[in-house]
């Protein structure tokens, strides 16, 4: 008789006989490991915006300063999003650059694809400074520089590289998907959220998949967000 439920586990889970106490335990860490650098992002961000400002905001669009927003803003993201989540799963995990996507491809498909996402980012940039007065397009260029290479890194990276020791990869990918579309962009509507961030990250995770490394994605993720800006 067919059986729906492990019909799915066969489809989603590398070992369809593991106990679904035992996966759901694994996949609300796997979210819980997110939202606590997200948590953490925003309580070192309010920290420093009120050492620099004088004020606590964790809103970026509050700040028209370069530096200020570098300081308060990309640098605490870097540690929350990159540094951390990287060193956890080198360190705790034995995890190698090459399982997070950080060791740079150098197959010639691979080759062609970053040059298509870094022409695409090329011409975002330009939108970008057509757009902006050139100290606003400048401030905008670097944080969103830093706001693509971050959460590639952990989402792609990191978050994906801990949900395929239970998931196969396009359930991976989908679950990340939902936990970048609606944990880390949790502010925005959700409409937005399933209807342009889960497709983007889907979308992301299959450059991921043809490149070998996450540095097309980390490009298009930039451009995608600059575009948006300037529209």
């Known amino acids: 008789m067919f ?3 492990k019909f799915l586990k066969r489809k989603i889970l590398i070992d369809p006989s593991a106990k679904l106490t035992d ?17 953490l992002d925003i309580v070192l961000v309010a920290i420093i915006s009120k050492i620099f400002t004088d004020e606590v905001t964790v809103n970026i669009n509050n700040i028209d300063n370069l530096i200020v927003a570098l300081v308060s803003f990309c640098l ?30 150098r197959k010639k498909k ?14 975002s940039c330009i939108l970008l400074f057509l757009k902006h007065e050139i100290e606003q ?6 944080v969103f520089i830093f706001v693509g290479i971050n959460e590639e890194i952990l989402v792609r990276g990191v978050l994906f ?3 395929q020791e239970k998931f ?18 949790s502010g925005g509507a959700f409409y937005s959220n399933i209807c342009f961030r889960f497709p983007l990250s889907l979308l992301l995770f299959w450059l991921y998949w043809i490149s070998g490394d996450i540095y097309s994605s980390m490009l298009i993720h930039m451009a995608y967000d600059i575009i948006v800006n300037c529209i």
């Open 161 to 163: 590289d801990i949900l």
């Open 3 to 5: 059986c729906p439920i």
């Open 23 to 39: 996966v759901g335990n694994y996949l609300l860490l796997s979210v819980g490991f997110v939202v606590y650098c997200f948590i």
């Open 76 to 105: 605490p993201s870097t540690f929350c999003f990159s540094l951390l989540p990287v060193y956890i799963s080198k360190k705790l995990r034995k995890r190698e650059y090459h399982n997070l996507g950080l060791t740079f491809a």
């Open 168 to 185: 196969k990869p396009f359930a991976a990918a989908a679950i990340s998907s939902l936990i970048f579309a609606f944990i880390l962009h």
């Open 137 to 142: 397009a400048i401030m905008i260029f670097f």
């Open 110 to 123: 691979s080759n062609i694809i970053k040059l298509s996402s870094l022409f695409l980012f090329i011409i």
